[in-house]
């Protein structure tokens, strides 16, 4: 129980930071984002070990859907304010 909640909370924190570096300025915004989406996902193995697949997948799902809220949001606010 406590190793999934960690690896939902552990995604929701790394899917949101990744949607922040998305919206950066930086000259190649996604390469940065793919590069850090490899290395979130080569953290998550071997945090969660490879005997611990379930966890792994429900941190990727929750890094997608944080992601996925924070471009939504972005959107909206870009929205707003246009």
């Known amino acids: ?8 909370g552990f995604g929701l924190m790394w899917g949101w ?3 922040l570096v998305m919206r950066g ?14 290395a979130t996902t080569i953290l998550a193995a071997t945090h ?14 929750a890094a997608f859907l944080a992601l996925v809220i924070h471009i939504g949001w972005l959107q909206r606010l870009q929205n707003i304010n246009h």
């Open 1 to 8: 129980m406590i190793i999934s909640l960690g690896s939902i």
């Open 17 to 19: 930071l990744l949607g």
């Open 25 to 38: 300025k930086g000259k190649r915004p996604l390469t940065t984002t793919v590069a850090l989406l490899i």
């Open 48 to 61: 969660f070990g490879f005997g611990a697949l379930p966890a792994l997948i429900r941190f990727l799902i």
